[in-house]
C-alpha cells in the first residue's frame, strides 16, 4: 500500500533521523576498528568518499573532507528516507525490523560497492575476513539503527500517522 500524501512528512522525519544516526554510527565503527589502528584520520576517510564522487583531481582541494562529509550525510540520509518509505509501504519491513534492518545492511554496502566500482575507486576486500567485517558494520551499525529508528518512530496504525 502506497503512502498517503499526509504520511510523507513523518515518513520523511523518519528517514531523516535513521539516516543521521546510521552515519555517525558507521563511521564511528569504521574509525575505531580500521581508520584509527592504521594510522589515518577521518578526514582521509572523508577524502575518500570525496573522491569516489568528485573524482580523484578533489584530493588537492583543502575542502575535500568537507565535501566527502557531505556526501556520506547526503547518501546516508537517501538511504533512511528510502527504508522509511519501504517501511511505509510495506508495513511488514518496520514491524519485522531486525531481519529487514540486517538486509538492508547488505543491500547498502553492495548498492555502494558498485557505486565505488563505477567511480573507479573499489579497493577489494583483502582477506575473506576484510568482507566479511565490511558487510557486519553495514549490517549492525548501519541498516540495523535505521531499521530500528523507522520501526520506534512508525505509529502501531497507519491511522494514527499524521
Do not use: E
Request: hydrophobic content about 60%; aromatic content about 10%; charged content about 5%.
Amino acid at each position: 500500500m502506497a503512502p498517503t500524501t499526509r504520511q510523507y512528512p513523518a515518513i520523511l522525519a523518519r528517514g531523516i533521523l535513521a539516516g543521521i544516526v546510521g552515519a555517525i554510527l558507521i563511521d564511528g565503527f569504521l574509525y575505531v576498528t580500521q581508520v584509527r589502528p592504521q594510522g589515518g584520520t577521518m578526514l582521509q576517510l572523508w577524502s575518500f568518499v570525496a573522491m569516489a564522487a568528485m573524482g580523484k583531481g578533489v584530493l588537492a582541494n583543502p575542502l575535500a573532507p568537507l565535501y566527502g562529509a557531505i556526501v556520506h550525510l547526503l547518501v546516508s540520509l537517501a538511504w533512511g528516507v528510502a527504508f522509511a518509505w519501504i517501511a511505509a509501504s510495506q508495513p511488514y519491513i518496520a514491524k519485522r525490523w531486525l531481519p529487514s534492518g540486517l538486509a538492508y545492511g547488505i543491500v547498502v554496502y553492495l548498492a555502494m560497492d558498485v557505486v565505488m566500482l563505477a567511480a573507479g575507486v573499489l579497493q577489494n576486500p583483502k582477506t575473506p575476513n576484510d568482507l566479511i567485517f565490511q558487510l557486519l558494520a553495514h549490517m549492525v551499525f548501519f541498516g540495523l539503527p535505521i531499521a530500528w529508528i523507522v520501526a520506534a518512530m512508525t505509529p502501531a496504525s497507519a491511522d494514527a500517522q499524521a
